[in-house]
Each structure stands twice: as C-alpha cells, then as structure tokens.
C-alpha cells in the first residue's frame, strides 16, 4: 500500500503498528517540498501576466476620455453627461479631439493621414472606432386609460423581446438599418440592462473633419430617439513601448425613467504573449505547471483508489480537488484564449479601414486572469494543511475547529437579525438613500455601518422617525450584542486551548519538531553537532510544572499529570497506534480538578491490554 502523510487519509488515520513515524516524516516533508516548488512556479506564472504599465495605460486614457471637459463648457465630460444635448456635445468635443492626434504640438504632421491616429503619440488606433444604439419598440408597455388622452407612446426597459429591430429614419446607411448580432460576441451587463451585440451601427472615419460632419448629420436627423435605449462607443488601441493592447468601451445608457447613466471599461491585456526573453521564461513555467498538475491529479486518484469514501471526510481533500478543477479551468482558459488569437489577431490586424473588435479577445482574456487569480488565492491557502510549523499556528488550527458548531450557530442568529434589517432599509429608505436603492446595495451598506462607514444624515433624511431608531438599534444589537458574542465564542474557545497546551496536552505530530529533529540528526551524523543530553527535556519538564504551580494545580494533581504524561511517552515509544489518538480527547482545567481523568487512565490501560 502507497505510503501518504496523514492529512490525505480522510482525517483519521487506519490502525497500523508497524507504521513507521519516520515514514510519515519523510512522506510529509516531500509533500510540503513539492508543494512549495508548485506555489513558487504559480506565483512566477501569474505575477509575470500582470504588467505595472497596465495601470498606467488605463489612467491616461480614462483620463483623456472621461475627465475632459467639452470646449466651452467645463461641466459637460463623460462622466457629467444626463442629457441628449450633453452626449452630442461629448461626441463633438472631447471624443473627436481624443480620437484624432494628427499633429506634433508645433502642428508639424507626423504621419500620412491614410495611417492610424497615434492618441498621446505613442498608442496606435486599430482599425477605426464604431459606435451602435440598441432601441425598444413602441407600445412595449400599457399606458393607464385614464391616462391615455396624454400619452399613447410608451417605451419599456430593454430586453431581447422589446427590442426594436426595425430600419428608421433615412434608411440609407447602416446607422439606419438594423445590424443582426453575432453569436459569439459576449453580452454587456449594464447597470439597468443586459445588452445584447448588434443594433444600429456606424464607424467613423479617419478623417476628423468627416467624422465631425458624420456628428452633425446624425444629430439633425434624430438619431437618437424616445426608443434609445443604450449606445456603446468601442475602440482598440496598441502601445508598442509596452506590448499592451487597450480596449475601450464607453457606454450611455438611457433608462425608461429618462435621463442618461454613463459606465466605461478600459482592458488591458496583453494579447502578444511570447516576444521577449522574459516572455519565454513565462512560457517554461506554463508548461511545469502542467506538470505539476499531472502529478498532483495522478496523486489524488491514487489515495481516492486507496483510501475510497475515507478521503472525502477531510476538508482538505475536498480543498485539493477544488484546487485540481481551477487549475484544469485555468488551462482550458489559457488554450482557448490563444487559440483564439492566434485565429483572430491576423485578420483584425489587416483591415485598417474597418472596425477591428477585439472586446472579444479581452473579454476572455479577463475570464482568463479571473480564473487564474481564484487559483492562486486557493494555492496559499492550501498552506494551512501544512500548518504545525510551530506552537502559535497549531493553536489557531485547534480553536477554529473547536469552535465551528459555536460559529454555525451563531451565524444563523446573526443571519437572520441582519437580512431583516437589510429588508426593512431597503423598503424605507430605498427609494430615496442610493446605499439603500437596492436588496444588495442595502446588505453592502450594512455591512459598512458594521466598519463604521455610513451616511447617517441621508438615512436621516429619508424619514425623520424610522431613520434613527433603524440606526440606533442596528448599531446596539448588531454592533454590540452579536460582534461581541462573537468574540466571546472565539476568546472563550481560544483559553481552553491554551489550558490543554499549557499542562502538555498538544498535538503529537507537529512537522516543526520533525524538521528540526531531522536536521540535527543530521548534524549528528556529519559529527557538525555533538550529541544533545536529555537535560533540555528535563528543564522543559521543570519549567512546565513551575506553571502548573502558577495557574493554580496542587501537588497531587501534578504529580498525577507526570505519571500520566509518562505512560503515554512510553506506550507510545513502543506502538504508535492511531486508536490512542482517536480516544485521545483534549481536556480543561475543571474537567481536570474534577477527576474526570480517570477515564483517560482508563483508556490507556485498554491500549496496553489490547496491544500486549
């Protein structure tokens, strides 16, 4: 039977007394080596995706495209847009003038215009920009009857069935006829709809006066109606300096309630992955950490195939298999995503005259470092399966699993108070308090109350009786009452533990001890290190009695703890049977004072029996 380190035996280990402790050692150790060489590789991968220059390419440009201010109007930038008038004066100004740098600033000409702007001189427009509305039909919704002889035009929010596919206005060109969508092409989430590809589009020009008159045509002519529902303005930028790529996507959204509500997105991604020394170095940990992965897999069926419906009762075998899934899904994503641009990349990169979409290719590629991101943040904590390096670790491991039935039932009482005050702001203040407006944004906002970030006057404000006595009792109960209990679990948990560690009742396998005993056998062996004395273990012992004396322990109830302390190292030294560790249950001070050791005794004199 395959050796492996107690951790990957379904939490309790089979009786075996020709198991070796030393096997166990060396099994854990090699584990704990490999696993360390696996986080190193992964760490090495993901930082190496991630470029500093990414931040800074998305500051200047959502700089350049959302903080300027149109020509004459300082209050009018993309941000600040509520109205039609305001988005066309967007359009006009700022957009034309951050699309177009077809001059030096001595107004010397840096290019032929036939080639792509260069924004700030140093990224490259691809392709040419395109813009696209999607509309709602009329009549979508019902006017009230008494209602009617004022208006009989109604427009409801968007949805795929209340679109509008029908050409309009001049029906002429393709800002005009309705553009089917592309199955491939990801939906936008917006904040008041699900936005599907498609609609009305139009692509500008490269030339900025034409693009210009293309605004003023559209405007005349009402492009934008009462139907309008969303308009997405797309385009693809290249920086050469940094090898990045930047998709844009600024987005005006027209609610059913009137209006306009702006959100933008600014990718950047790096779609050239292999073009320097470093990139291939990126390349070699790629393919170690499919390796590892293979190990790891081969591994984890083995001990499924060993151990059966026993390794499933450990929560750190349910973490590896966890951590098996991510890292399949990551290379899966990894595949997908290059083929993807290797298929892509050439044909978007020929057409410069035409819009060359590659939200495509950043929307995966950010699924991509999503996924890679959630793997990484499971690899570390998977740390804590190794985690008796040391006194101070074991003690935090022993009190979050003592206490787990106080927790869960905690939880559900704090559960229960929390969501019936999240669902009494959100119907008093919702409608008023933006924190409130929603059931989520309500449960969000209380948990930043709990933080100390709130808006007590806007809460105030909303309703002048119900305001405060929502606050103040949410503060007292949640804040004061059930935090408090919370601590007091855990507090509570964390001096029994302390109480069994201080009369030697600690784990008996702490991988730190072993490491440590290995390296000065070793040491030995070299003859580096002479031989140590059992006086350490005798000062141990006295220091330890000393604080016995000290937490309150007569002398007979010491000398009984001695005597059991030694029956134990003995039988141990001689069997290292798991059926003591399985009966082996942690004691406090009372339980101590109040005899109930006896049982203890009892158990170990059934262990000699059964093993003589």
């Not at 808006?455 to 007292?476: E, K, M, S």
């Not at 029994?496 to 390296?519: C, H, N, Q, T, W």
Request: include cysteine.
């Amino acid at each position: 039977m395959a050796e492996a380190s107690r951790w990957h035996r379904g939490g309790t280990p089979k009786p075996n007394l020709h198991y070796s402790k030393e096997v166990e050692i060396r099994t854990t150790l090699q584990e704990l080596a490999l696993y360390f060489i696996f986080l190193i590789n992964l760490c090495i991968l993901t930082f190496g995706m991630v470029n500093p220059h990414m931040y800074y390419l998305n500051k200047v440009m959502s700089s350049l495209f959302l903080d300027t201010s149109a020509p004459g109007d300082e209050r009018t930038n993309f941000k600040s847009i509520r109205s039609i008038t305001d988005f066309w004066k967007f359009m006009e100004g700022p957009l034309l003038e951050g699309l177009y740098w077809d001059a030096w600033y001595t107004n010397k000409t840096l290019y032929d215009l036939k080639n792509s702007s260069r924004i700030y001189y140093e990224n490259i427009l691809l392709g040419v920009p395109r813009v696209r509305q999607l509309k709602v039909r009329n009549n979508t919704c019902k006017v009230y009857s008494s209602l009617q002889s004022l208006m009989d035009e109604c427009y409801d929010r968007y949805t795929s069935k209340n679109e509008d596919l029908a050409d309009f206005g001049l029906q002429v060109e393709t800002e005009w006829k309705y553009a089917p969508p592309d199955s491939t092409s990801p939906w936008h989430w917006g904040f008041v709809g699900v936005y599907r590809n498609g609609g009305f589009i139009f692509t500008l020009s490269k030339s900025k006066s034409e693009t210009k008159n293309k605004f003023i045509d559209l405007q005349l002519n009402s492009w934008i109606t009462r139907g309008t529902r969303v308009i997405f303005i797309d385009f693809s930028l290249y920086n050469a300096n940094v090898n990045l790529f930047c998709i844009i996507r600024l987005v005006a959204e027209f609610p059913a309630t009137g209006g306009i509500i702006t959100s933008w997105q600014f990718y950047s991604v790096k779609l050239l992955r292999y073009v320097s020394y470093y990139d291939y170095i990126i390349a070699s940990c790629e393919i170690t950490f499919c390796i590892f992965l293979i190990v790891f897999t081969t591994q984890e069926g083995q001990k499924i195939r060993e151990f059966k419906s026993a390794y499933f009762k450990s929560v750190w075998n349910w973490l590896e298999l966890l951590l098996l899934v991510l890292c399949f899904l990551t290379v899966s994503f990894n595949i997908y995503c290059n083929v993807q641009i290797f298929l892509l990349l050439g044909d978007l990169l020929k057409n410069t005259d035409q819009y060359s979409d590659f939200y495509f290719l950043a929307y995966w590629h950010t699924y991509y470092n999503n996924i890679i991101a959630v793997t990484i943040f499971f690899a570390w904590i998977k740390i804590f399966k190794f985690i008796s390096f040391n006194k101070t670790m074991s003690q935090l491991s022993s009190t979050l699993s003592r206490c787990i039935k106080d927790i869960v039932g905690f939880a559900i009482m704090f559960f229960i108070i929390f969501f019936a005050y999240a669902q009494l702001g959100f119907l008093v203040f919702g409608s008023q308090v933006d924190d409130f407006s929603t059931f989520q944004n309500a449960i969000f906002a209380q948990f930043r109350i709990v933080l100390g970030d709130f808006n007590f006057a806007g809460i105030q404000q909303a309703n002048r009786i119900l305001g405060p006595i929502y606050f103040i009792t949410f503060i007292f109960f949640v804040f004061f009452v059930l935090l408090n209990m919370f601590l007091a679990i855990i507090n509570d948990t964390y001096s029994e533990v302390k109480a069994d560690y201080s009369i030697g009742r600690r784990p008996d396998f702490e991988l730190g001890k072993m490491i440590k005993k290995s390296y000065y056998n070793a040491l030995e062996k070299l003859k580096l290190k002479k031989p140590e004395e059992d006086e350490d273990k005798k000062k141990k012992g006295g220091d330890l009695v000393e604080r016995a004396r000290r937490e309150g322990f007569d002398e007979n109830e010491i000398e009984s703890a001695k005597q059991m302390k030694k029956w134990k190292d003995r039988l141990e030294k001689k069997y290292y049977s798991a059926e003591i560790q399985d009966d082996y249950q942690p004691v406090t001070q009372q339980e101590f004072r109040d005899g109930t050791t006896t049982k203890y005794k009892m158990i170990l004199s059934e262990c000699l029996t059964k093993t003589q």
